[in-house]
């Protein structure tokens, strides 16, 4: 029994012995075969040879043509050239254009390859044939200038509010700048129909939106987004004004004189001592004083007096309004 299994173990070793020299055989033969041998060892190469990148490598030659500026002639048509805004092309424009600062011992910058003119908005559409011609084109959708409106002074009495906006050539992502939304409206304050209440109240209302030695008065918004919605608040704003300018509140008639804002000369004593004195002795019946020399005279310097202040010009009016108002000539000057 045991000398069968001994049989048994040393037939399986046999066995086995030779399936493993038939494989390692196998190996071996096919190991030493030239295909085999470059697959299983190649070379990595990081930095192909040069031949080999000449050999992949298509040479194709670009035929590169001379500039437009060398074939455009003096007399030809530039608005066809440069219809409409658009970047800046050295090859269409035959102009020496240079911008940008060169470095020291350098030649200035040319207009090929230059960074700088292409980065800004250019007019080189707007030559003046370009415009002579856009000018042609709308002259059919226009009227023709009134006649009458021949002078500065029908001007401001036929169109007394004057609108004023700003446009800006902003180089940007967009092309709307912020402050071309505002906008500015100017009308004279005399060409409203005020009277004395109602302008000293709207003056009060502007404050120093007002000049008082042109007249005129300002009002400027921009707190909406476009110019058309500030263009309506600038009208709103001047109708409010001038609506509540005349508007007359209940506590405004109960006001006595030391209330007053400014001194008023024909609701004050001084007229009605004025117009007593002139008709003495006999009491007046009215006060009316259009009748007595050189009134106005006094009644402006009598104002101005007392609203602006006393200095040497206005004291010298103010006697030389008594004098001629009590007709007192006198040759020595005092």
Known sequence: MY?????????????????TLKLTAAYSSASESPSNKVDQFRVL????????????????QIDVKPPRTTEMPVDQDWPSVWPGARTFHPASVPLPVRQGYPKPNEAPLSKYA?????????????????????????????????????????YAKHFPVEIITSDYCYSSPSIKDPLARIVSLQIKLSSLHLDTHAKDKLLRLAGNKHNPETDVLTITADRCPSRKQNLEYVRYLLTALYHESWRVESWEAEKSLVDMEYYDWDTSASRTNLVTLYRWPEPPTDYDYETIPHVTEYKIAVSDLINNGEDQYSVNKYKEAVKNLLNLKSDNKS
């Open 3 to 19: 000398a069968l299994k001994c049989n048994r173990l040393a037939t399986n070793l046999t066995q086995s012995l030779s399936k």
């Open 45 to 60: 190469e990081l930095y192909p040879q040069k031949h080999a990148r000449e050999s992949k490598r298509k040479r194709r």
């Open 114 to 154: 230059n960074a700088e003119l292409m980065k800004i908005p250019n007019f080189l559409h707007l030559t003046p044939p370009a415009i002579r011609r856009h000018c042609e084109a709308l002259k059919q959708f226009c009227t023709k200038w009134p006649a009458a409106l021949n002078s500065e002074e029908k």
